[in-house]
């Protein structure tokens, strides 16, 4: 038995369908890449206000280091104070006792 021939008008309306099909799926090729592309974005920025965000708290951490470092001084300094004038100040005397 001889096989089926297809007629060439036949073949080209069978391929029309495929082609579209074809495209399709190269359009969502293409968007699920436009997709990464922006999620890739989105990452690298993301990364960049964590940078940002990174070196404002080592700013911050610093600032506060001096912060403490200068109430260490000045609690310091405060006590040396009230210790020199407690030394020139004279104690009052303690009233003699009653005989």
Partial sequence: ???KEHSPMSLFSAIAPE?????SYIEGIKAAFA????????TQQLEAELASTKAELSLVQASLATAEATE???TAKLKAANDA???????AAEPAPAA
């Fill in 1 to 3: 038995m001889r096989a």
């Fill in 19 to 23: 082609v579209q099909r074809l495209e």
């Fill in 35 to 42: 997709g990464k592309a922006a999620s890739d974005a989105q």
């Fill in 72 to 74: 260490a001084d000045l």
């Fill in 85 to 91: 004038l407690a030394a020139a100040v004279p104690q």
